[in-house]
Protein backbone atom coordinates (compact mmCIF):
# COMPACT_ATOMS: atom_id res chain seq x y z
CA UNK A 1 0.00 0.00 0.00
CA UNK A 2 2.43 2.27 0.65
CA UNK A 3 4.25 2.28 -2.56
CA UNK A 4 0.51 3.52 -3.82
CA UNK A 5 0.94 6.48 -2.02
CA UNK A 6 4.82 6.90 -2.98
CA UNK A 7 4.00 6.12 -6.67
CA UNK A 8 1.25 8.93 -6.24
CA UNK A 9 3.33 11.28 -4.30
CA UNK A 10 5.77 11.67 -7.42
CA UNK A 11 3.33 11.66 -9.94
CA UNK A 12 1.22 14.57 -8.32
CA UNK A 13 1.48 17.88 -10.55
CA UNK A 14 -0.03 21.23 -10.25
CA UNK A 15 -2.38 20.43 -12.95
CA UNK A 16 -3.60 17.39 -10.96
CA UNK A 17 -4.24 19.36 -7.89
CA UNK A 18 -5.83 22.16 -9.87
CA UNK A 19 -8.67 19.88 -11.57
CA UNK A 20 -8.85 18.24 -8.40
CA UNK A 21 -9.82 21.19 -6.29
CA UNK A 22 -12.09 21.97 -9.85
CA UNK A 23 -13.90 19.40 -8.96
CA UNK A 24 -14.07 20.02 -5.46
CA UNK A 25 -15.29 23.71 -6.05
CA UNK A 26 -17.90 22.29 -8.54
CA UNK A 27 -19.26 19.95 -6.49
CA UNK A 28 -19.29 22.71 -3.40
CA UNK A 29 -21.31 25.25 -5.79
CA UNK A 30 -24.13 22.28 -6.65
CA UNK A 31 -24.23 21.76 -2.54
CA UNK A 32 -25.20 25.58 -1.66
CA UNK A 33 -26.82 26.02 -5.64
CA UNK A 34 -28.63 23.31 -6.07
CA UNK A 35 -29.48 22.44 -9.23
CA UNK A 36 -30.35 19.79 -11.56
CA UNK A 37 -27.07 17.79 -10.64
CA UNK A 38 -25.02 19.78 -13.85
CA UNK A 39 -22.32 20.98 -11.23
CA UNK A 40 -22.12 18.30 -8.97
CA UNK A 41 -21.80 15.62 -11.54
CA UNK A 42 -19.00 17.56 -13.23
CA UNK A 43 -17.21 18.07 -10.03
CA UNK A 44 -17.45 14.26 -9.75
CA UNK A 45 -16.16 13.59 -13.16
CA UNK A 46 -13.41 15.82 -13.06
CA UNK A 47 -12.25 14.32 -10.09
CA UNK A 48 -13.04 10.74 -10.98
CA UNK A 49 -11.11 11.43 -14.58
CA UNK A 50 -8.26 12.81 -12.31
CA UNK A 51 -7.72 9.97 -10.17
CA UNK A 52 -7.05 7.46 -12.94
CA UNK A 53 -4.62 10.23 -14.79
CA UNK A 54 -2.49 10.45 -11.73
CA UNK A 55 -2.91 6.53 -11.13
CA UNK A 56 -0.31 4.52 -12.97
CA UNK A 57 -2.40 1.29 -13.16
CA UNK A 58 -6.05 0.30 -13.06
CA UNK A 59 -5.74 -1.44 -9.52
CA UNK A 60 -3.81 1.81 -8.53
CA UNK A 61 -6.97 3.56 -9.82
CA UNK A 62 -9.72 1.68 -8.17
CA UNK A 63 -7.78 1.76 -4.84
CA UNK A 64 -7.34 5.72 -5.02
CA UNK A 65 -11.56 5.75 -6.07
CA UNK A 66 -12.50 3.73 -3.23
CA UNK A 67 -10.17 6.30 -1.09
CA UNK A 68 -12.55 8.96 -2.64
CA UNK A 69 -15.39 7.16 -2.37
CA UNK A 70 -14.68 6.62 1.71
CA UNK A 71 -14.00 10.14 1.72
CA UNK A 72 -16.82 11.64 0.32
CA UNK A 73 -19.18 9.09 2.43
CA UNK A 74 -17.43 10.26 5.23
CA UNK A 75 -17.68 13.84 4.35
CA UNK A 76 -21.24 13.51 3.69
CA UNK A 77 -21.98 12.11 7.19
CA UNK A 78 -20.38 14.52 9.08
CA UNK A 79 -22.30 17.34 7.26
CA UNK A 80 -25.20 15.77 7.99
CA UNK A 81 -24.48 15.54 11.42
CA UNK A 82 -23.74 19.18 11.61
CA UNK A 83 -26.56 20.05 9.47
CA UNK A 84 -28.60 18.29 12.34
CA UNK A 85 -27.02 20.12 15.55
CA UNK A 86 -27.99 23.31 13.51
CA UNK A 87 -23.72 24.35 12.52
CA UNK A 88 -24.16 24.08 8.94
CA UNK A 89 -25.80 27.82 7.48
CA UNK A 90 -29.45 28.08 7.66
CA UNK A 91 -29.36 28.08 3.69
CA UNK A 92 -28.97 24.23 3.69
CA UNK A 93 -32.04 23.67 5.69
CA UNK A 94 -35.18 24.59 5.06
CA UNK A 95 -36.70 26.68 8.15
CA UNK A 96 -39.75 28.01 6.77
CA UNK A 97 -43.30 26.39 6.99
CA UNK A 98 -46.89 26.21 5.48
CA UNK A 99 -49.26 26.45 8.22
CA UNK A 100 -52.57 28.00 8.10
CA UNK A 101 -51.33 31.69 10.02
CA UNK A 102 -49.15 32.06 7.14
CA UNK A 103 -52.20 31.60 4.83
CA UNK A 104 -51.39 27.68 3.68
CA UNK A 105 -53.94 25.73 3.67
CA UNK A 106 -54.12 22.18 2.62
CA UNK A 107 -57.70 21.77 2.32
CA UNK A 108 -60.18 24.42 2.08
CA UNK A 109 -63.17 24.28 3.44
CA UNK A 110 -65.91 23.81 1.64
CA UNK A 111 -69.76 24.43 2.86
CA UNK A 112 -71.37 22.05 0.24
CA UNK A 113 -73.03 18.87 1.60
CA UNK A 114 -74.56 15.93 -0.03
CA UNK A 115 -77.72 16.20 -1.68
CA UNK A 116 -76.38 20.36 -2.83
CA UNK A 117 -77.10 20.80 -6.74
CA UNK A 118 -75.54 22.64 -9.35
CA UNK A 119 -74.57 22.84 -12.71
CA UNK A 120 -71.57 21.82 -14.70
CA UNK A 121 -69.41 24.80 -16.00
CA UNK A 122 -67.23 23.16 -17.94
CA UNK A 123 -66.91 19.39 -19.41
CA UNK A 124 -66.45 16.86 -16.10
CA UNK A 125 -63.87 14.45 -18.29
CA UNK A 126 -64.10 13.55 -15.13
CA UNK A 127 -62.69 16.66 -13.75
CA UNK A 128 -64.13 19.83 -14.29
CA UNK A 129 -66.11 23.45 -12.49
CA UNK A 130 -69.18 23.74 -11.09
CA UNK A 131 -71.36 26.21 -10.03
CA UNK A 132 -73.62 25.91 -6.86
CA UNK A 133 -75.58 28.27 -6.21
CA UNK A 134 -72.61 31.67 -6.69
CA UNK A 135 -70.04 29.56 -5.81
CA UNK A 136 -67.55 28.27 -8.41
CA UNK A 137 -65.61 24.83 -7.49
CA UNK A 138 -63.66 21.76 -8.63
CA UNK A 139 -65.63 19.08 -8.74
CA UNK A 140 -65.26 15.21 -10.08
CA UNK A 141 -67.34 12.82 -11.72
CA UNK A 142 -68.08 9.10 -10.82
CA UNK A 143 -65.90 8.74 -13.81
CA UNK A 144 -68.77 9.65 -16.67
CA UNK A 145 -67.45 12.66 -19.08
CA UNK A 146 -70.71 15.09 -18.07
CA UNK A 147 -71.36 18.16 -20.59
CA UNK A 148 -71.26 21.75 -20.25
CA UNK A 149 -74.35 23.11 -18.57
CA UNK A 150 -75.57 19.27 -17.42
CA UNK A 151 -77.41 19.32 -13.89
CA UNK A 152 -75.22 17.67 -11.17
CA UNK A 153 -76.42 16.91 -7.61
CA UNK A 154 -72.90 16.40 -4.99
CA UNK A 155 -72.88 12.91 -3.83
CA UNK A 156 -69.41 13.03 -1.25
CA UNK A 157 -67.64 15.71 0.03
CA UNK A 158 -63.79 14.76 1.59
CA UNK A 159 -61.76 17.26 2.36
CA UNK A 160 -61.81 19.71 -0.85
CA UNK A 161 -62.61 16.95 -3.37
CA UNK A 162 -66.21 17.32 -4.18
CA UNK A 163 -67.68 14.22 -6.15
CA UNK A 164 -70.97 14.88 -8.17
CA UNK A 165 -73.45 12.61 -10.70
CA UNK A 166 -75.63 13.82 -13.02
CA UNK A 167 -79.04 14.95 -10.98
CA UNK A 168 -81.47 12.57 -12.34
CA UNK A 169 -84.74 14.87 -11.56
Not at 18 to 45: D, H, K, Q, S, W
Not at 118 to 142: C, I, M, N, Y
Not at 156 to 168: A, F, L, M, Q
Given at each position: ?78 MM ?72 VV ?15
Open positions: MSEIFAAIGANIGALHIILFALGIICMVIEMFEPGIGIFGAAGLIIMIIDIFVLAENLVQGFVLFAMLALLVTVLFVLVLTSYGIIPKKLVLTDSTDNGKGYTAVSETELKEGDKGTALTQLRPAGKAKFGEKTVDVVSEGEFLEVGTKIISVVGNKITVKPDSE
